[in-house]
């Protein structure tokens, strides 16, 4: 990716762009529509797949990882044992909050390359500052 991610991609960004039930359906769309340079985790794929496979079916779960696939401007980095330890440090700081270590691993993410707009829903992804996108529209 030749610049740097503007925003950090979460779970339920995608569940409110998919979903037409979804309060924030109608600004999802709207921002998926030109997004700018984004990022995720797999994790975040991963949660993402398992919600709409729950949700729905195996034909909508493999309908989302095809559009993740075709999804640009978008950047999907994994996650070892590196980012495992940052998330785990960042579940312990915060151990007064039910965060995920998805959600951790997405605050770890977000500070390590500094991104400045966080797509979600999940006001736990605000807990170290970074404005969501919710709030912002």
Not at 21 to 26: E, I, L
Not at 55 to 80: N, S
Request: proline residues 4%; glycine residues 4%; charged residues 20%.
């Amino acid at each position: 990716m030749a610049t740097n991610p503007e925003a950090y991609l979460d779970t339920s960004a995608f569940i409110a762009f998919l979903d037409r039930s979804d309060t924030y359906h109608s600004l999802f769309r709207q921002l998926f529509s030109e997004p700018p340079q984004l990022i995720s985790t797999t994790l975040v794929v991963a949660e993402s797949h398992a919600w709409f496979l729950r949700r729905y079916d195996r034909t909508k779960a493999l309908q989302f990882l095809a559009m993740i696939e075709a999804m640009r401007p978008l950047k999907v980095v994994g996650f070892g044992p590196k980012e495992q330890n940052a998330a785990a440090e960042i579940l312990r700081q915060f151990s007064d909050q039910d965060l995920t270590i998805t959600d951790a691993a997405g605050l770890h993410l977000m500070s390590h390359l500094r991104i400045q707009s966080c797509w979600s829903t999940d006001f736990h992804l605000g807990l170290t500052g970074i404005p969501l996108v919710i709030h912002q529209h």
